[in-house]
Structures are given as C-alpha cells and as structure tokens.
C-alpha cells in the first residue's frame, strides 16, 4: 500500500518540508510511464526564474522531475526553444546556473548541483529505506506529469482549442487512412467521396476508406491541410478540398487539430486547421530502426471469390551521428485488393407517381413518399490500391539556433472496375390523366442492359521545407521556405456497355420484359418481380449487343505550391505584457486542369459480347455467378480491362479545338499577410488579442466557347482579388491545476474554387435558335465567418479527464459543393441569348457542443488498473439561406452531421494493447436537390428531394502485444457487424432512391521490429 500511496502522489507538484532524505531514493524506485515513443514537440521554455521553468518543462515533457528547493531558488534561465529534445532543453535551461541533471532509468530527472554530480549519480537507490537514523533536506519539489496522456498535455499547454493524435492513440483502432484516424476525434467527421464526377461518387465510395475529412460542421474544403507546416497542395479538380486517402495513419509522429485560428495562423480555416507532423531523430531518446509488416483480409471479395488479401511493409531509422544532429528516414509500401457490392442509380431513373400535370408532385403528397424507382441497377466493383513513399528530416540544433529540412512523398494508384447488370424503364412509361386534374406515371418496360466501366485514379503529394529557428535573449525567431506538389487524376477512364437492342439501327435499347418494371422491397434493396422466362433473359448477358462501343477519357488535375513565413516572438516580461509576437507568409500557387474525352469505336455495330475479340482472344475472362451474392443472382461476365484500354488508346481519333480545350483551365493563385498579437496575462488569466491581414489574388485562364460559331472559341482570362482583415481574441483562465477554462472569438474566411471563378464557358442552343451560356463568375466573394468558442476542461488526480465545448459559426455569402457543376445561381436573359453564372447564396451557421471524457482504473490492483473507457459526442445543428429559387428558403448545411460520437474500452498493461471501439457518424445532406428533368419529364427539384447520406458506424477491434523489447505482434478487425459502408436516399424518410454500398469487414495482422 506503500508503494502505491507513492505512485498516486507522484503524479502532481509537491512540497514537503520537512523530508528524510532517503525519501528521495524511495520516490525514484517508482514506476513512471516512458513516454519516448510518443513525444510530442516541446515548446519553448521562456526565460526568467529558473523554478518557473522547471515547473514547465515537466508538464510539457510528461516527466517526474525531482530538484530541493534551496538549490533552484532565486536562480534565473535563459529558456530553452521550441521543439528541442528533453536532453537539450534541460541543458539550455540549465546552462550557467551551476547545475546539471540525471535521466534515471525509470524515466525521471534529477537535478543536482555539479559539485555533488557523482555522489548524486552513483548513490544507489533502494527500495525500503534501511535503518537508522534518518537525515532531514529542508525542501523538496517534485515537479511531475499530472498528465501522463502526451495528448491531454499538448492540449493543456496549448493557447487554444487543440487535439493531438499521437501514434498511440492511432494504434488503438485499424484504420486504413488518416482520414478515419481523424474521425476518432471530437467534432471531426470522415466521408467517403465528394461530389466531383471525375474522382467522387459511389464509385470512389465504393473503395471503402475515409477520404475527406470535415471539422465542426465543415466539410474539407473549409479546413487548412498542413504537412510539418506546409501548405499541402489542393489538388482536386473542382474544389479546394483534399483528399486524405492517399496518406496511410503511420509514420507520423502525430496529428495536431487544431479547432480555433489565432492570428498566427491562416485565416483561411473555418473548420479548423490540420497539421500532419513526421518524425525526427530528436523525437527518441535513442538511435533505432524499425521494420513493421502488415497482412489483411477483405471477407467481402471472399463471397465473390476474388483477389481478397494485401499488406504492406514500412522502414524507419533514426539516428543521431553527433550530439547536434539528428537524421531520420522512412519508407512504406502497401497494396490491398477490395471489393464491394453496389445499389445504384442514375440521374432519370427517378419521378413522381402523380403529377400535377405541370411536372410537379400532386398536390397533398410529400414528394419524398410520391417517388417512384423506374430501374434496379445492382453492380459491384473490384480493384488494387497502390501506395508507397516516405519521409526524411535533417536537424542540427544547437544552443542559441537550429535549422532543419523536412522531406515527405506519398503516391497512391487505383485500379478499379465496376460491372453492372441493370434493368431500366428510361423511355417506356406511360402518363395517364385522372380526375382533378392529377396524373399516374407508371412504367411499360424495361430494358436490360450490362455496363462496364474503370475508375482509375492517380493521387501524388509532395513537400519540401527549409528552416530554423534563432534566439537572441528574449527574441525569437521561426522562419522557413517551403513547396508543395500535388495531383489527383483520373487518366485512361473507359466504358462501355450493351443491351436488347432495336434490330433497325443497332443503337438504341428496346424493352425486354414485355411487361412493366414491378418493384417490391427487401430491406433497404428493391426487387423486381420477374418470370422464368425473363429470368433467363437476364442471366444470359453475353448474348446483349454493343451500344457503347466505347468512351476514353483522361483528366488530369495538379497544383504547384510555394512560399515562405516567418515569426518572431519576444518575452518582455513587462507587467501584464507577457510576449508580442508578429509575422509573415507568403503563398504562391498554380492549378492546371485538363479533361479530353474520346468516343472510340472499340466493336462494330451489331456484336454480341459473346462475340466480341480483342488480339485473337475474348474479351470475357469469366463469369460470375451473382452481381451481389445473397441479392440478386444475376451473372456477370468479367472483361480484360487492360486489353480494352490498349485498343482504346491505339484507336482513339483527333479532337477538334473544342474537345481538346473545352474542359482545361490553369491558374494561379497568391496569397500574402501579415500579423501582430499579444499575450497578456493577468493572475491566472491569459489574454490573447491579435489581427491578421491576407490578400489574395487569383487569375484563371479558360477555354471560352460563348459563341455560336465555332471559329470564334479562343482562350479567355478572369481576375479576382480578395483583401482580409481578421482580428480575434482568446482569454484563457487556469484558476486550479485541474481546470482550465477558454473564451474566443474569431474570424476567418474562404476563397471561391478555382472552377467557380473561371471553369470555362459552355454553350448550348435550343431548337428555336435560342443560345444559353454558362460560365464562372469572377466576381464571387468568399465566404467570411465569424466564430464564438466556450470551453472548459478538467483533469482529475486519478486517470480522470472532462472537456465540454460549444461553437457557433456564423457565416455570410455562403457556397456550397456542386462537384463538377456550377452553383445555380443568375441568369440573364439579352434576347434569345440567356447567360447563367453562379452566385454567393446567403447567411449560414452551425451551432454545436462537443463532450470528452476518459477514465482509466489507476487506483485498481493489478492488472485492472490498466483499463480504461474513453468516449465523445458531438450534437450539431446547421441551417443555409442558399438563395437559389429551385430549393427551399432554409437548408441544413451540407455535409454537416446532427452527431458525432466515439465510444472505446482498452487495456494497456505489461506490454498488452487490446482496444474495442466503437464510431458513429449521423445523417447529412450530401447534395442538394437539383437533379433536373425526372424519369417521367417532371421537374425533380427542390429541397425535399435533397440526397441524405443515413447514419453509419463501425465496431472495430485492435490486440497488440510486445513479445519482447523489441518484437510486437498485434491483430485487428474493422467493421466487425459488417454494416453497410454508405446508404443515401433521395429525401430524408423515403427509401425509394437508394444507394447502398457494402464493403464487408477487413482483418489485419502485423509484426514490429525494433532493433
């Protein structure tokens, strides 16, 4: 009972006076938590009274340190700088004072006159003290980590509302992405697509892993994306977002959120700012390197009886060849098959059963229940994900300066294949009027079809970054340069597909069923009603004729990004003036977008897919049984993907200066500021008061087709410019050890996509000559914000932690994600020419509260004092005034989820790790409901039909165990229930439109090295 009274009592700043001395060597036989492999970046240690100092450096550190009183009294620092290793930050703290330290083997420091240094260091330390007569020292601090959680640390000693996600906590759960790493987190979210045609979709979706990643109500597009500090490239080809699918949870060294922006940081953050950080040498306290493995099984490629395994293997060493320098490298290389089963459905495939005989949804019926499905359309896809890079840092740190680089590459190539086999009522509809005045649309036929597409996709990332740090006495300076290169591209697409067609032309379907399409529901899939015969009409797909004979496309999508920052912060120690801090940065950046497509005769008119060849051999590889196993038992050949690319490409035809350039647009971007704050403090109150200046311009150059006559279409250019002032003041309070309140407000902003600025022009022309353009609008503003945060956090004395946070984001000139299509916004009517640009909607905000808690057993015997439960909750409500006269006056916030929440239990004791989790993420509006002329030609417009993306979770489990100092083994299983990955409706209520997508569950093993 000793020992553990002992170890409770460690765990805070202690005086006691007086004390035996052999007190000393007791309290250092205690066990402390070895924190070295999940260090985060130390922050600098300010000049002054050296007691101060110490106190810091052990809550930053998360280390027991142990000084008597008398030997640091009246004794003054010069400080330390930010980020430097224990070792040198004690020894930069120290220097000059007549002191020195011991690292102890269990993880704690002593600090000790010089003189004393070998008796001190050589004293063994015994476990009981012995006999005798015990002498008294007159004080003794015991400066200890009341947070052995580095995480619950960093955000503690942070000015602000921040997360840490150390490569601890990320090993807890079998996440395959950054993405889902970050979605474990209060107030973040996780999707797996966007609404870009080229690279988003259920296809992408399909893919089964977390890519965007939204904060506190904001999707990706409204958060900054930084590597070591860097800009990351924003690559996507029709938005600012940024997809994290490339970038597999380890090998980082941890992820800072960072939920507020302070005028030190990029104004361009509504959401929030993240900032993935890789290791460096000076991250352990010891040379090593390691080799970790990896295998998994995708259970539902099993059921399809295709490629389901992958794995992969990452290199890491760090090294320190002097005492100044440190070298650290990595390299990863993984690859996984997937497969996954589809419901889908296509814009048209949709309508009201009654009508107003205007195309309107009969009067007295929700237009969510009046939804009538006129196809079923179950496909699965099938597919490699490729990825490999690494990172590298060089440090030298020295005593008053350092200097660094930082290196990171990462590449991912995607393979995919989908196959469909569909049956589709597209034409074969009848409307017949009823009294009232309302009409019943109803369904004749139905055509059969089989659809084969690919969906490729590159995705690069690199950064580059050069700097140091310098210190004067109570001036510090930060500077770097930096650069960035990213691409998401979609090359060498293809699609084709076949059906029942007119024998006339060889080009159009004909309805097969011969009788109307009856649908009846099982479950959330819809199920056709059909004879023997129709039955075996379906299951013979290779006797379906070419309709597409084929379509090649290739976009590409890139971005060039560099700068330079720099900061200086001086320590004055002037009354309640504790520092003043001010900078600069500069951004400067291109785009480049191409997107060419090629209609390419592949197979001439009237083959059969039986029939067909390429290179002497058929294109069928074989057959499967069902397109979704247990669902629908259709069979559906498989086609040589690579076959039909290399004809495609050997045979596609020359564009014309139009399908060359309609789709292409390059642009640049720059973005200077500059800013100034304060830290003012005032007893337990800290004041933080600062205003940031930004000023953007960006120029975009388009192909502009606006003119009926084809010889007219030349290059055309757009220029806007942006000038940002945003002020904002946070005041922290620590009025106990234990509890820490924060109060802010701030302002941010975000600049238009490239595309909704420029984006070319597009033109079409009625059959009565009427002319229509559609074009960007250079003249859009950015959405500008304003954000109120309130959070209270307390730490207890026995494994405990609470936080609560509440925001609201108010926001004017609100834009929205409409993927590849411009916001519906104005039009313009010259006569029988029409000009429709896009515009700023209205108001928007986001109102939520965020609850944290954790608990772990530390006052329990062995080994129960080992467990713990962790768990958040984030409830949100949103609204939009989107100013668009197809939608209602009020809508929820795309992308926004009501809830959010986590739920784990783990156990971490004597080298085991084992972690049941549990992630949930609420119902969101994906995609507003525009979708045009419906299935029947009624107007499928308005808010009741916007696309809802239903509520998922996962149940996850991971076990690790160390074998040895330097072996681990650990296995885990991702959605362990097998729920469904995504299922969206049109309407929140109505289940009639769905898309459904299941990607089964993934079991994962691996093996550490570490030697």
Known sequence: MRKRRQKQDHRRKSTIRPV??????????????????????????????????????????????????????????????????????????????????????????????????????????????????????????????????????????????????????????????????LARLPGSGVALTTLDHYLGGGDTAARGQGGFVSIRGMDSEYNVTLINGVNAAQSMPYSRQMSLSLMPPQGLSGIVVRKTSGADMDGDAIGGTIDFRTPTAFDSDRPFTRITTQGQIADRALDYHLDAGGGGVQVETSQR??????????????????????????????????????????????????????????????????????????????????????????????????????????????????????????????????????????????????????????????????????????????????????????????????????????????????????????????SYRVHNQGELNSMESTQRKGGARFDVTVETNAGILDRVRFGGKYVASRRAISDRDWNVPLFARGQTLADVTLSGAPVITRTLPAVIPGRYSFPVPLLDGDRLLAAALARRPALSPDEENGNSMDGTETVAAGY???????????????????????????????????????????????????????????PTEDLLLRAGIWTSYARPAFFQLGGGTQTSVSPDGGVTIAEGNPHLRPVEATNFDLAAEWRGPKGGHLSV??????????????????????????????????????????????????????????????????????????????????????????????????????????????CLSWRYSGAYVEQYGEWGSGYFGTAMNGSALNKWVHPSDSLDVTIRYRLSPSVEVSAAAANLLGGDAYYSTIGRTSGTVAQIINAGRVFRSGLIVTF
């Open 20 to 181: 035996p001395a052999i007190f000393t060597a007791i309290f250092l036989t205690c066990p402390v938590p070895l924190l070295a492999a999940e260090t985060s970046p130390l922050h600098p240690v300010p000049a002054g009274d050296l007691a101060d100092a110490l106190r810091r450096l052990a809550l930053d550190s998360g280390r027991n340190l142990l000084v008597i009183s008398d030997e640091v009294r009246g004794r003054t620092t010069g400080g330390s700088r930010e980020g430097a290793a224990i070792e040198d930050a004690l020894t930069q703290i120290l220097k000059g004072t007549g002191l020195g330290f011991r690292l102890l083997p269990n993880g704690a420091i002593s600090v000790f006159p010089l003189a004393d240094r070998h008796a001190r260091a050589d004293a063994p330390a015994p476990a009981e003290p012995p006999p005798g007569p015990l002498h008294e020292i007159q004080s003794l601090e015991i400066f200890a980590d009341r947070f052995p959680d580095p995480a619950a640390r960093f955000a503690w000693n942070e000015t602000g509302p921040a997360v840490l996600l150390t490569p601890g906590d990320i090993a807890r759960a079998p996440d395959g992405t950054v993405a889902e790493a």
């Open 321 to 542: 060849p002097g005492p100044a320098v440190g070298i650290y490298l990595t390299g990863y290389y993984d690859q996984r098959n997937f497969t996954t089963s589809e419901l889908d459905w296509q814009s048209g495939d949709f309508g009201y059963r009654l009508s107003d005989g205007r195309g309107n949804s009969a009067q007295g019926l929700s237009p969510g229940s009046n939804l009538v499905l006129g196809a079923v359309n179950p496909q699965f896809t099938t597919g490699t994900i490729e990825r490999y890079g690494g990172n590298a840092s060089l440090d030298w740190r020295g005593d008053n300066n350092s200097a660094y680089w930082r290196g990171t590459y990462g590449y991912a190539s995607t393979r995919q294949n989908i196959y469909q086999i569909g049956l589709q009522s597209r034409g074969l509809v009848s409307a017949t009027p009823l009294p009232g005045g309302q009409v019943l649309h109803e369904t004749t036929d139905a055509q059969l079809h089989y659809w084969f597409e690919t969906n490729p996709e590159l995705a690069e990332l690199v950064t580059q970054t050069v700097g140091g740090t310098s210190r004067q006495g109570s001036v510090t300076a930060d500077y770097s340069a930096f650069f960035s290169y990213g691409q998401n591209s979609k090359p060498d697409h293809i699609e084709t597909s076949w059906g029942i067609e007119n024998p006339s032309d060889n080009t159009t379907y004909i309805g097969a069923l011969g009788t109307p399409l009856t649908l009846s529901w099982s479950g959330r899939y819809p199920v056709p009603a059909l004879t023997a015969a129709q039955r075996a009409m379906i299951a013979d797909p290779s």
């Open 676 to 734: 100034a704050m304060a830290g003012l403090r005032i007893g337990a109150l800290e004041i933080l008061p600062g205003v940031r200046f930004e000023s953007s311009t960006i120029g975009t150059r388009f192909w502009d087709a606006g003119a009926p006559d084809p010889l007219r279409h030349h290059w055309g250019t757009s220029h806007t410019a942006y000038d940002e002032l945003l002020p904002s003041l946070f005041i922290n309070a620590r």
């Open 805 to 914: 946070a509440g925001y609201l984001k108010q926001m004017s000139h609100y834009l929205y994600n409409s993927g590849d299509s411009y916001l519906t916004g104005t039009t313009t009517n010259l006569g029988s020419l029409s000009i429709s640009r896009p515009e700023n909607g209205g108001s928007a905000r986001v109102l939520g509260v965020e609850l944290a808690a954790s608990q772990t057993a530390v006052w329990a015997p062995p080994p129960f004092d080992g467990l713990g439960i962790a768990g958040n909750i984030t409830l949100q409500n949103s609204a939009a005034h989107l100013n668009d006269p197809l939608l209602g006056r009020t809508n929820p916030m795309q992308g926004t989820p009501g809830m959010l929440a986590n739920l784990s239990l783990f156990l971490e004791r004597d080298g085991l790790m084992a």
